[in-house]
């Protein structure tokens, strides 16, 4: 079984339970008051991850991160071999504590800030996928896949950035941007220092392929 369908299973489980139990919703969503108080109460940068507030967020967030997902578990194989599970693994859950930093620091000090949901860490996701293959086609929400994913990127992190300084709605806009930036970052570092030789230069294969793509 794919770690993919594993974690979308646990994310699934747990969010069910958490919108029927309240008390299990308050100690898993992010809190970034109650982490100022208390440090220790830092897990909640990762739980947060495994609740969502309805079954459209759920969806939504799962139905993208198992289309990206299992495509980019299955390059983290190819490039890093017996390790591409485990740091496919650590690239998940990293991802929903890097998302999140910047939330934290911007309302540690208002007690009415909640924020919870994957959405950061499949952000991570999604842009690991169109870093790797650049030319995938991608659509917007219902619009059906119509351009190439190293388009597709940079538009939606303009929207990304526009709707986050707007700071209108309750939509976690800046764990999209941080997740989207960290999982290219990411990619870029670990497949330098742990790829296998010689097949492990995403950035290279990143350029080449829209290269190719445009002509050139």
Not at 85 to 111: D, M
Not at 117 to 126: C, D, H, K, N, P
Request: with cysteine; charged share 10%; hydrophobic share 50%.
């Amino acid at each position: 079984m794919s770690l993919t369908l594993i974690i979308t299973i646990a994310t699934v489980g747990i969010s069910l339970l958490a919108m029927n139990n309240e008390t299990l919703m308050d100690k898993c969503i992010f809190h970034p008051y109650s982490i100022a108080k208390d440090p220790s109460q830092w897990y909640r940068a990762v739980t947060c991850g495994f609740i969502h507030a309805d079954i459209p967020h759920l969806a939504f967030n799962m139905f993208s991160f198992y289309m990206f997902g299992d495509l980019v578990e299955q390059y983290f194989t190819l490039l890093f071999g017996e390790a591409g599970r485990i740091l496919y693994f650590l690239f998940y859950v990293s991802a929903l504590v890097a998302c999140i930093i910047p939330t934290y620091f911007q309302y540690q000090k208002k007690y009415n800030y909640f924020s919870l949901g994957a959405s950061g860490a499949v952000s991570a996701i999604v842009f690991a996928g169109i870093f790797l293959q650049p030319t995938m086609k991608i659509g917007f929400f219902v619009v059906p896949p119509i351009i190439p994913g190293f388009l597709f990127g940079p538009i939606y992190l303009g929207l990304t950035i526009y709707l986050s300084k707007k700071g209108s709605g309750n939509i976690n806009h800046s764990a999209h941007l941080w997740g989207s930036l960290y999982g290219i970052a990411f990619l870029i570092v670990a497949s330098k220092f742990f790829g296998i030789p010689g097949q492990s230069n995403v950035l290279d294969n990143f350029l080449y392929q829209v290269r190719n793509y445009l002509g050139r």
